[in-house]
Structures are given as C-alpha cells and as structure tokens.
C-alpha cells in the first residue's frame, strides 16, 4: 500500500487478474489522478472503453472500491476473424481516513473517466479565527 502525502486517502493495489463468469480476465490498476482542497478530495479515474454500466463504485469499511469492465465491441452483421483487443477488467481501491464525510461522497462519469467527489468532514475543514485588538 502506498500513501498520499497530506491526502485523506491512501490506496491498495490490485490483483493482477481475476476469474469473472468463469473467464479469466485481465485487470489493469485505472490511472488516477487526487487532489486536494480544504473542504474536499477529488479524484480523477481513467477508464477507457467502461460504460456506465459496468462501473461500480462501492465503501465497505472504510474501503472506496472502484471497478470497470470493458466489453469486447460486438459489430452487427460481422464474425471476428482476428482481433488483439483483449477485454478485462479495472479495479482499484483506496482506504479513506475519517476525514471524509461518507454520506457525501458524489459520482459522475463522463468520457471514460470517473470523478469522484469526497467531501470532508465539517469539523475538519480548517476555518479562520478572527483577532481582535484588545
């Protein structure tokens, strides 16, 4: 496990592959990109050639888990004659401290990448306490 510096997250690795509907399918560790403000934590997921539908995004004990299928194209009308396109899967996970405000958590997935949106906890959101003279 590697951790984030200054970042109320840290992250896993992944298997290497996995046994899905009893196929053995790739699974590549998504590229992702954190950054942090002073009230949230955003993440950025690569996961071209995931629709959707096959994106699942899911906290279990303190555990965000993303994963993403890809599925082979299917064209109509057409028999795959050679193809060196190898469908798998994505997963990757990250451990969220209790900075993070968990009923919060938003989603979206645009264009093949997955933004996550991890709120922090109000009481940890730094704030700024005036000085007065006297």
Known sequence: ????RNVAVTQENAPKRAETNGADRP???PYVDIVE???RVVLSVNLPGVNLENVDVTLEKNVLTIRGRVERPRY???RLVYSEFEPGDYERSFHLTAE???EKIAARMKDGVLTLELPKRAAVIPSRIPVNAG
């Open 27 to 29: 699974i590549a560790r």
């Open 100 to 102: 993070i405000d968990r």
């Open 37 to 39: 403000a002073p009230d």
């Open 76 to 78: 109509e009308g057409f």
């Open 1 to 4: 496990m590697s951790t984030c």
